[in-house]
Protein backbone atom coordinates (compact mmCIF):
# COMPACT_ATOMS: atom_id res chain seq x y z
CA UNK A 1 0.00 0.00 0.00
CA UNK A 2 2.76 2.36 0.83
CA UNK A 3 4.55 1.39 -2.79
CA UNK A 4 1.34 2.47 -4.85
CA UNK A 5 0.60 5.71 -2.51
CA UNK A 6 4.80 6.40 -3.03
CA UNK A 7 4.27 5.89 -6.65
CA UNK A 8 1.38 7.97 -7.23
CA UNK A 9 3.09 10.95 -5.38
CA UNK A 10 6.16 10.09 -7.45
CA UNK A 11 4.50 10.41 -10.68
CA UNK A 12 2.78 14.13 -9.82
CA UNK A 13 6.26 15.39 -8.94
CA UNK A 14 7.22 13.83 -12.21
CA UNK A 15 4.61 15.82 -14.00
CA UNK A 16 5.15 19.07 -11.91
CA UNK A 17 9.05 18.99 -12.86
CA UNK A 18 8.24 18.97 -16.61
CA UNK A 19 7.18 23.08 -17.53
CA UNK A 20 4.78 22.31 -20.59
CA UNK A 21 6.42 24.32 -23.45
CA UNK A 22 3.92 25.55 -26.55
CA UNK A 23 6.00 26.30 -30.00
CA UNK A 24 8.79 26.90 -27.66
CA UNK A 25 7.25 29.09 -25.11
CA UNK A 26 6.79 28.06 -21.67
CA UNK A 27 3.39 28.13 -20.10
CA UNK A 28 4.40 29.61 -16.94
CA UNK A 29 0.49 30.61 -15.59
CA UNK A 30 -0.68 26.85 -16.66
CA UNK A 31 2.44 25.66 -14.94
CA UNK A 32 1.84 27.79 -11.70
CA UNK A 33 -1.86 26.63 -11.62
CA UNK A 34 -0.72 23.28 -11.27
CA UNK A 35 1.94 23.71 -8.78
CA UNK A 36 0.20 25.71 -6.68
CA UNK A 37 -1.69 23.08 -4.65
CA UNK A 38 1.55 21.46 -4.27
CA UNK A 39 3.70 24.70 -2.84
CA UNK A 40 0.62 25.75 -0.55
CA UNK A 41 0.39 22.49 1.27
CA UNK A 42 3.99 21.90 1.71
CA UNK A 43 4.90 25.50 2.96
CA UNK A 44 2.16 26.05 5.17
CA UNK A 45 3.45 28.07 8.64
CA UNK A 46 2.02 27.84 11.74
CA UNK A 47 -0.58 31.13 12.73
CA UNK A 48 1.94 33.96 14.06
CA UNK A 49 -0.48 34.93 17.22
CA UNK A 50 -0.66 38.35 17.85
CA UNK A 51 0.46 39.28 21.22
CA UNK A 52 -1.71 42.33 23.38
CA UNK A 53 -1.27 45.42 24.16
CA UNK A 54 -2.25 47.50 26.60
CA UNK A 55 0.21 50.22 26.52
CA UNK A 56 3.19 49.71 28.48
CA UNK A 57 5.70 51.09 26.22
CA UNK A 58 8.75 48.76 26.76
CA UNK A 59 6.01 46.35 24.65
CA UNK A 60 5.48 49.26 22.09
CA UNK A 61 7.76 48.32 19.09
CA UNK A 62 7.41 44.64 19.16
CA UNK A 63 3.79 44.77 19.26
CA UNK A 64 3.84 47.62 16.40
CA UNK A 65 6.40 45.95 14.30
CA UNK A 66 4.79 42.44 14.67
CA UNK A 67 1.35 43.79 13.37
CA UNK A 68 2.51 46.07 10.72
CA UNK A 69 3.90 43.00 9.40
CA UNK A 70 1.03 40.66 10.13
CA UNK A 71 -2.30 42.71 9.69
CA UNK A 72 -1.21 46.19 8.29
CA UNK A 73 0.64 45.56 5.07
CA UNK A 74 -1.45 41.83 4.57
CA UNK A 75 -3.08 42.86 1.38
CA UNK A 76 -5.13 40.13 1.52
CA UNK A 77 -6.97 41.08 4.65
CA UNK A 78 -10.07 43.91 4.24
CA UNK A 79 -10.14 47.33 6.42
CA UNK A 80 -12.78 45.97 8.40
CA UNK A 81 -10.54 42.25 8.88
CA UNK A 82 -7.78 44.60 9.85
CA UNK A 83 -10.02 46.63 12.10
CA UNK A 84 -10.85 43.70 14.20
CA UNK A 85 -7.44 41.90 14.48
CA UNK A 86 -6.47 45.88 15.92
CA UNK A 87 -9.18 45.83 18.47
CA UNK A 88 -9.06 42.14 19.44
CA UNK A 89 -5.33 42.74 20.32
CA UNK A 90 -5.54 46.11 22.45
CA UNK A 91 -6.68 45.90 26.12
CA UNK A 92 -7.20 48.21 28.99
CA UNK A 93 -6.34 51.85 28.23
CA UNK A 94 -4.90 50.83 24.76
CA UNK A 95 -8.56 49.62 23.96
CA UNK A 96 -9.84 52.44 25.45
CA UNK A 97 -8.94 54.82 22.54
CA UNK A 98 -10.95 53.05 19.95
CA UNK A 99 -13.75 52.60 21.81
CA UNK A 100 -15.54 55.06 20.03
CA UNK A 101 -14.40 53.20 16.62
CA UNK A 102 -16.74 51.25 14.88
CA UNK A 103 -15.60 48.32 12.79
CA UNK A 104 -15.79 49.45 9.52
CA UNK A 105 -12.99 49.69 6.48
CA UNK A 106 -13.14 53.23 6.41
CA UNK A 107 -12.36 53.24 10.13
CA UNK A 108 -9.20 50.90 10.26
CA UNK A 109 -6.35 53.70 8.74
CA UNK A 110 -7.77 56.42 11.08
CA UNK A 111 -7.92 53.85 14.37
CA UNK A 112 -4.29 52.49 13.73
CA UNK A 113 -2.93 56.00 13.28
CA UNK A 114 -4.58 57.15 16.59
CA UNK A 115 -2.73 54.09 18.17
CA UNK A 116 0.88 54.81 16.38
CA UNK A 117 0.68 58.36 16.99
CA UNK A 118 -0.34 57.84 20.44
CA UNK A 119 2.67 55.12 21.35
CA UNK A 120 4.80 56.93 19.58
CA UNK A 121 4.11 60.41 21.20
CA UNK A 122 4.60 59.39 24.84
CA UNK A 123 7.68 56.92 23.65
CA UNK A 124 9.19 60.23 22.23
CA UNK A 125 8.36 61.96 25.19
CA UNK A 126 9.64 59.46 27.72
CA UNK A 127 13.12 59.22 25.67
CA UNK A 128 13.24 62.98 25.97
CA UNK A 129 13.25 63.15 29.72
CA UNK A 130 15.14 60.41 29.83
CA UNK A 131 18.08 62.61 27.58
CA UNK A 132 17.32 65.63 29.86
CA UNK A 133 17.45 64.12 33.36
CA UNK A 134 20.55 62.08 32.16
CA UNK A 135 22.59 65.24 30.99
CA UNK A 136 21.39 67.15 34.54
CA UNK A 137 22.90 64.26 36.44
CA UNK A 138 26.29 62.58 36.68
CA UNK A 139 24.32 59.67 38.11
CA UNK A 140 23.56 56.83 34.95
CA UNK A 141 19.90 57.12 34.50
CA UNK A 142 17.69 54.19 33.32
CA UNK A 143 14.27 54.06 31.66
CA UNK A 144 11.66 51.40 32.97
CA UNK A 145 8.08 51.12 31.24
CA UNK A 146 6.41 53.19 34.62
CA UNK A 147 9.34 55.45 35.79
CA UNK A 148 12.57 56.74 34.95
CA UNK A 149 15.67 55.99 37.90
CA UNK A 150 18.84 57.64 38.33
CA UNK A 151 21.79 56.10 40.86
Not at 34 to 53: E, G, M, T
Not at 96 to 110: E, G, H, W
Request: aromatic share 8%; glycine share 2%.
Amino acid sequence: MFRRQFTAHETDFETLLVVPRQNGIIDVKDHLAKVQPYVSSAFKLDRIKLQLFSRVLSDWQSFKDLFESSVNRNTTLSGTEKMVHLKSSLTGEAAALLSSFQVTDANYKLAWDAVVHRNNRERSERLYTLTSVSSMSTKPCQLNPQKISCH
